[in-house]
């Protein structure tokens, strides 16, 4: 016998009760007063008996009493024991764990494996009973607190609504969901069933389980119902990178997209096709080996500008929610810089070199001196060209521009500079300190010369011809000395080891570091041919909103840059079609954060026409492998685990809640139980009438 509610077992510490005053009223003298010793001849000895007799069984009819009283609220319950009327089947609480990851959208001869997933999951709500207590659980969502119901109704609703989920499915962790529910269930009967293809990336090895012993005990039972079909064919697109760096209209840009296949004995020739803002662009015919992987460079012409979406596809196979994949960047419609100065000398060669670089198709440069940064609204710049070092400045403003990323910032120290200042503006950009002044200005007789160039930077492609990768290096009389650091990188070095160019990421955005202020006086630099095409391509490097975009893996949060100064009502519009209206209420600290991802494609966030930022969501490729872990496998699992009863392994389309019936056992035998405390009760009450007449009658 095994009891449901064994905590109200204490209240059998009350059957002493009756005992304990039985004993007292025993020990209790009674004084009766009489006259002569002849009525005690009337009181024969049989009767005296008789009322020690009844008083005897009072107590025990009061002890039982209280007994099954306790046990009826104890719940007990047997294996296999039934009387009608006065026994109940034992509830049950069931957990269903359905794998709704994109490997699940499979189509055989029946249909999708998840459509046959949520169809046995109803068929099997329809078996349980009224009072039983059901949980739906999904391996590919992260949904918010799951509690049991008793509504089974609203259970079959539940199933029926349910949706693929780009979402990488982890049964694992579904199963670690259904723990908390279990460990709070009283019902006798706990089940754990498990809908699912059982793939070996959501499925954890045997060596990663999760020590269940406390949980998984005799009264829980784990069906595993695997719907699979054999002979899959898939192949998925694993990776899209964007290789290039500088994103220009009229210009190429470079993109790798890796395929693979992802089945175990099938070979296949497949194209796969790159689209940009959803027309089609290039493609290329490929075979895909089994199990192989295969990266695939493209060269594009970017002929538009705005916000750029690239797509890469392939055509449809079995399972089709791994065949496209997302990148979005962004080409400015107009290069806005803002070219901020200490002193009118600092941009007497810059200002002149940045508007024969551009020229004024497509480019605005507007000039104001480093004491105005703070009054000026910088989000509607795209990058910063900036020369000081001269005074002081107040440096928050053009941190938070990084911070944002709306743009980078090209530095220069002023032609007058001071190295103390300099050194304090450096760090408060959270770069390293600048050193001494090296070298005399207007000084010619020994100049210095660049050491190492990296030529594979971004600012150096296509810059030079082939067979002439080399960057002549001017004639330099004078710089500060700076290293880098472990965060900065070196883009040209000098013959001690301090840059004279290095790149450095501040937020989200850029600094690019020059140490040589952009004077005759320092060097020869302005009057090199490298100097022109250097200033054009740092531009369009810096250009915040060039940045590309970060793809996120489905279920994971995205986080948008909301401007301050925002127009008309903002909305994200998502891949399904539908929008989001975003409150102020939503957004924290300028940041409007999303987490409802469960679908791949492009997120964006719009006011009124205007995309003011874009993020795409991909697929795990661990979602796209179609093996399965075999039944040795998942009863391995479940064996480590520490579960106490073997899982069960039903065969879809078989008599599955047949199955499920037989092996579903207990009686409650609380009925029974308070049936006796009754039959007791009114017993007790019959004895007690009866002995209080007997005693009325003998005293009369």
Not at 51 to 62: E, H
Not at 208 to 236: C, F, M, Q, W
Not at 283 to 292: D, H, M, W
Request: some cysteine; hydrophobic content about 40%.
């Amino acid at each position: 016998m095994t009891f449901l509610n064994p905590a109200f077992l204490f209240g059998l510490l009350a059957a002493g009760i009756p005992v304990i005053i039985h004993l007292l009223n025993l020990r209790k003298l009674q004084r009766v007063e009489f006259s002569t010793l002849r009525f005690l001849k009337e009181l024969q000895k049989n009767q005296i008996r008789k009322i020690k007799l009844k008083q005897w069984l009072l107590l025990l009819l009061r002890v039982l009493l209280i007994l099954f009283l306790v046990t009826a609220f104890s719940r007990p319950a047997l294996k296999g024991v039934s009387v009608a009327g006065i026994t109940s089947s034992a509830k049950t609480t069931a957990v269903l764990i359905i794998d709704n990851s994109i490997s699940m959208d499979v189509i055989d001869q029946d249909g999708s494996l998840f459509n046959k997933a949520k169809s046995s999951a109803i068929s099997l709500v329809n078996t349980l009973q009224e009072g039983d207590e059901v949980a739906v659980i999904t391996t590919a969502d992260n949904l918010p607190e799951i509690q049991l119901t008793k509504n089974l109704t609203e259970v079959q609703k539940k199933i029926r609504d349910l949706e693929i989920s780009s979402v990488k499915g982890s049964t694992g962790d579904a199963l670690l969901k259904a723990v908390p529910l279990i460990e709070q269930s009283l019902n006798y009967n706990r089940e754990i069933f498990i809908f699912s293809d059982f793939q070996t990336s959501g499925f954890p090895a045997a060596e990663n389980v999760t020590d269940l012993t406390s949980v998984l005990g005799e009264r829980v039972h784990t069906y595993l119902i695997p719907v699979k079909k054999e002979g899959i064919y898939n192949a998925g697109i694993d990776d899209l990178r964007i290789n290039s760096e500088i994103f220009e209209r009229g210009k190429t840009i470079n993109i790798t997209v890796t395929a693979a296949n992802h089945s175990e004995n099938k070979g296949s020739d497949c194209i796969i096709s790159v689209y940009i803002n959803g027309e089609r662009a290039a493609q290329k015919s490929v075979t895909l080996n089994p199990g192989a992987a295969l990266p695939v460079d493209f060269d594009i012409p970017l002929t538009v500008s705005g916000q750029v979406t690239i797509t890469a596809g392939l055509e449809e196979d079995d399972i089709t929610g791994d065949n496209l994949r997302y990148a979005s960047f962004y080409v400015p419609e107009r290069l806005n810089t803002l070219l901020l100065y200490d002193t009118a000398e600092d941009i007497q060669f810059l200002q002149p070199a940045l508007q024969a670089a551009f020229g004024s198709e497509k480019f605005s440069l507007t000039a104001r001196t480093s004491s105005s940064a703070g009054g000026t609204d910088l989000s509607t710049y795209n990058a910063i060209v900036m020369v000081t070092g001269a005074g002081a400045i107040n440096s928050a403003p053009l941190r938070k521009y990084l911070d944002a990323g709306k743009g980078g910032i090209m530095l220069f120290p002023s032609v007058q500079v001071k190295p103390d200042i300099y050194k304090n503006l450096l760090q408060s950009f959270g770069l390293p300190p600048s050193g001494l002044l090296t070298g005399a200005p207007g000084n010619t007789t020994r100049p210095f010369y660049f050491d190492k160039t990296e030529l594979n930077h971004p600012l150096f492609t296509g810059i030079f011809e082939k067979g002439k990768e080399k960057a002549a290096s001017p004639d330099i009389y004078s710089y500060l000395q700076f290293f880098p650091g472990g965060r900065g990188k070196s883009i040209i070095a000098l013959a001690d080891g301090t840059a004279a160019l290095s790149e450095h990421r501040i937020g989200n955005g850029r600094i690019l570091c020059f140490t040589i202020p952009p004077s005759l006086e320092y060097s020869n630099l302005p009057l090199k041919g490298i100097f022109v095409p250097m200033l054009y391509r740092s531009v369009y490097y810096l250009s915040g909103t060039g940045q590309k975009d970060s793809s996120s893996m489905a279920g994971e949060a995205l986080r948008f840059t909301v401007p301050s100064a925002k127009k008309d009502q903002l909305k994200l519009s998502r891949p399904s079609g539908d929008d989001e209206y975003i409150s102020d209420d939503m957004i924290q600290s300028g940041l409007f954060t999303w987490r409802a991802t469960g679908r791949t494609g492009i997120y964006d966030l719009v006011s009124g026409s205007e995309v003011l930022d874009r993020k795409s969501v991909n697929h795990d490729p661990a979602e796209s492998v179609t093996a399965s872990a075999n039944e040795t496998e998942l009863k391995e699992y479940f064996n480590k685990s520490g579960a106490a009863n073997e899982p069960v392994i039903l065969d879809y389309g078989a008599a599955l809640t047949e199955e499920i019936n037989q092996a579903r056992f207990g009686t409650e035998l609380w009925k029974f139980f308070l049936l006796l405390a009754l039959l007791t009760a009114i017993t007790e009450m019959a004895v007690a009438r009866v002995g209080k007449k007997e005693l009325i009658v003998n005293n009369e």
